[in-house]
């Protein structure tokens, strides 16, 4: 089955402790992105990537790291987790970069990643 | 900078009752426009896409969206809503030619039955 797949899906953690989310896709998609979810704030992209090393900062990448060293992964890093970052993680996959005019491409999304730093 | 406004913030309505939900978005050039539904503790499903062509384009489930470019708009419609609509729905415009997408603060939709 075709699918993005998040670990862990909920997770308690304490401020300063290094997590990592893992994000995982089987459709052989090149284009992978970060998001968080807040109420009242919808969807802010935190990083996306184009392809195998090649990544870039969306609207809030402050206190994030990503790494895209195979194509199916894109793991989201915390190297040391405040409060502000508890949220709702989603990961994304899209087939391709978007380089072709008129060209569009809409995104699958994980399940979703519940993170509360305390 | 870019920005998607999504003013209907909540929306209760009945079964039966016609839906319209507003998107308008901040950029000038070239866009790529989405509607995505998420179902009570569900991801993100995308209900349909805009990015040529015909301006009113049809997705799953009964939705249609209009684009309409002089007003920077891709409103989603449906002509009778169900129970099961019962969801948020959130617009987003990637800008053509970058790889960057831009949510909006999404609208919950809530349907008595």
């Known amino acids: 089955e075709a699918q993005v797949t998040q670990n862990p899906r909920y997770l308690i953690t304490v401020t300063g402790k290094k997590l990592t989310v893992t994000c995982s896709q089987n459709?052989?998609?090149?284009?992978m992105s970060w998001y968080r979810q807040d109420p009242g704030l919808g969807l802010r992209q935190i990083y996306y990537?184009?392809?195998?090393?090649?990544?870039d900062k969306g609207d809030v990448p402050e206190g994030y790291k990503v790494s895209r060293k195979e194509k199916r992964n894109f793991p989201l890093i915390l190297e040391s987790p405040s409060p502000n970052q508890t949220s709702l993680y989603f990961c994304?996959?899209?087939?391709?970069?978007?380089?072709?005019?008129?060209?569009?491409?809409?995104?699958?999304f994980g399940p979703g990643t519940r993170l509360t730093v305390t | 900078a870019q920005s998607v406004s999504q003013h209907n913030h909540h929306v209760i309505l009945s079964e039966a009752a016609s839906l319209e939900l507003g998107c308008n978005y901040s950029?000038?050039?070239?866009?790529?426009l989405f509607w995505y539904v998420q179902y009570p503790g569900q991801h993100l499903q995308l209900l349909l896409k805009?990015?040529?062509?015909?301006?009113l384009v049809k997705g799953i489930k009964g939705f249609e969206a209009e684009f309409i470019k002089s007003k920077f708009s891709f409103n989603l419609r449906k002509p009778s809503v169900q129970w099961s609509d019962t969801a948020e729905y959130f617009c987003?415009?990637?800008?053509?030619?970058?790889?960057?997408?831009?949510f909006g603060t999404g609208t919950r939709l809530k349907v008595l039955a």
């Open positions: 994304a996959s899209s087939p391709t970069p978007l380089r072709l005019l008129g060209s569009s491409y809409e995104q699958y």
């Open positions: 459709m052989n998609h090149e284009y």
């Open positions: 990537s184009m392809n195998v090393e090649v990544t």
């Open positions: 950029y000038g050039g070239t866009v790529n």
């Open positions: 805009y990015f040529s062509g015909d301006p």
């Open positions: 987003a415009v990637q800008s053509e030619g970058t790889y960057k997408y831009i």
